[in-house]
């Protein structure tokens, strides 16, 4: 199983997958070309990574990017970029 049943939301870009889990902790995995993932590599991820440990309350994927709000910040992530914006 890839994914546990403690996923709450799912999201999905181009190439690449988010999955919000109940305890607030965001894993991504899929393409990874541009960074989407937010891992802070390139390399594709045939199996979920961690990229917050907690407190995500939504999430977005786009072709090559990924959104979450924590602690009411938003959070842009690719390769050429990282922004955050109080919400």
């Known amino acids: 199983t890839v994914v546990d049943a403690n996923v709450t939301r799912v999201t999905a870009g181009y190439n690449h997958s988010l999955f919000l ?28 990574v961690q990229i917050a440990d907690a407190n995500v309350t939504k999430v977005s994927a786009g072709g090559s990017h990924s959104l979450f709000l924590k602690n009411n910040v938003i959070m842009v992530k690719n390769h050429t970029l990282f922004l955050s914006s109080t919400y």
């Open 21 to 48: 889990k109940n305890d607030g902790s965001l894993w991504a995995m899929g393409g990874n070309w541009e960074g989407q993932l937010g891992d802070g590599t390139t390399e594709r991820r045939s199996s979920p």
